[in-house]
């Protein structure tokens, strides 16, 4: 039994150190205060890991900026005020959707765009087949397939 029972303890043990980091525990004054820093953490990408937003990342750089945001939001800080302070810092990058301006029309106009040509391309077609299969024989395809059906007729 005593033999389980450090087994069981080493397993914890190994489960504790595999997660790595430590846990942060942040006190907020409202529920919503909370959802918005969980929100805000959640859409900015930390600048050192790859494809890695800074509430999932363990690195030094994101446990800063998750600090940065928290502070900002006790200060009364608005949504809008702490990512502008994040792009001026580190740049456009640091936002997973970025924000629609002049230079990023494109990106965001683009998927839209192909989907609209997709879909006249697709009507196209549709029309084209349709009247290729309305289209009547004209006198030269109309004898042929006369002549075609009697030889089969006098097989």
Not at 16 to 27: F, S
Not at 32 to 39: C, H, K, T
Not at 43 to 70: G, L
């Amino acid at each position: 039994m005593a033999v389980i029972r450090l087994l069981f303890v080493m397993l914890l043990l190994a489960a504790g150190m595999a997660h790595g980091g430590a846990v942060e525990v942040r006190e907020f004054s409202n529920p919503v205060l909370e959802q918005r820093y969980q929100s805000l953490t959640a859409s900015m990408r930390c600048p050192k890991c790859q494809n890695q937003a800074i509430d999932d990342s363990d690195s030094p750089i994101s446990k800063d900026m998750r600090e940065r945001v928290y502070a900002m939001l006790q200060d009364g800080r608005s949504d809008i005020e702490i990512r502008n302070h994040m792009v001026q810092r580190f740049g456009d990058y640091v936002l997973y959707n970025p924000r629609l301006e002049g230079r990023t029309y494109l990106l965001w106009g683009l998927p839209a765009a192909l989907v609209v040509a997709g879909g006249i391309l697709v009507m196209l077609l549709v029309r084209a087949r349709r009247n290729a299969s309305v289209r009547a024989l004209d006198d030269n395809e109309r004898r042929r397939l006369e002549s075609l059906i009697n030889r089969g007729n006098d097989q």
